[in-house]
Structure formats: C-alpha cells, structure tokens
C-alpha cells in the first residue's frame, strides 16, 4: 500500500509543502478537521428529526419494560445528582461496583453484596 503513496507525485508535492511550509501545514490540517465536521454536523441537522407529533407517538407506543427501565434511570440520576449536590462522598459507589456489589436504596445500608451462587443456581440458568 505504501508503494501507492511513495510512487504518487501529488503526495510527495502534499508531503513536501507541509513540511517546509508551517502555514500550508496548518491550513491542510485545519482543512482536514474541519471540513468532516462540517459535514457531519450537517448530515445530523439533515437526519435528526425532532417532530413531536413523532416524539408522542413513539413515547405512547413504548413497550413497559422500556417505560419502566426509564424511570428507573430517571430515579438512580436524580439520587446521584442529590449525593452531588449534598456534596456526599461517593466513592463507596465505586468501590461496591469494583467489588461485584450493588448499593441499596436505604441510606442507613449503603453496600448490599451480590448473592453468592450455587451449584444449583448455575446449572438452572443453562
């Protein structure tokens, strides 16, 4: 693949210009990083749609498991951001889920070990 590039004039002129000239090299990179992105935030604009008569009708039309797990992301977000606000430290958070636990929703309990499992346990889920 190489080959393709080093026998190529117009890379060696590309690769000579941004070497020896500093404000060609910013201009290409610049070219280079913006252009994608201009195109690509324009593709977004184009394809993002934000009907809500579309909006409504997808939220009516959801399926419970999704509606449920919703709010429950919606309640753990809203407790978290109180621990943030209250200016708690969780870093216990971290350290349950380093260890394979979970946190409880009572304040006085904080970690809650995951259920150790069994021979019986393991051969039931198969």
Not at 21 to 33: D, E, I, N, Q, W
Not at 62 to 68: G, I, K, Q, V, Y
């Amino acid at each position: 693949m190489s080959i393709l590039w080093e026998k190529s004039p117009t890379w060696r002129w590309l690769v000579r210009r941004t070497r020896d000239s500093k404000p060609f090299f910013v201009a290409f990179a610049t070219l280079c990083g913006v252009v994608p992105g201009v195109l690509g935030f324009c593709v977004m604009q184009a394809t993002s749609s934000r009907a809500d008569q579309l909006e409504a009708h997808l939220r009516s039309t959801a399926r419970p498991e999704s509606t449920m797990m919703g709010q429950v992301n919606k309640e753990r977000l809203a407790e978290f951001l109180g621990e943030l606000q209250r200016k708690q430290d969780t870093n216990d958070r971290y350290v349950a889920a380093l260890k394979g636990e979970t946190l409880t929703r009572k304040p006085y309990v904080r970690i809650q070990p995951l259920p150790k499992q069994t021979a019986d346990d393991s051969t039931k889920q198969k």
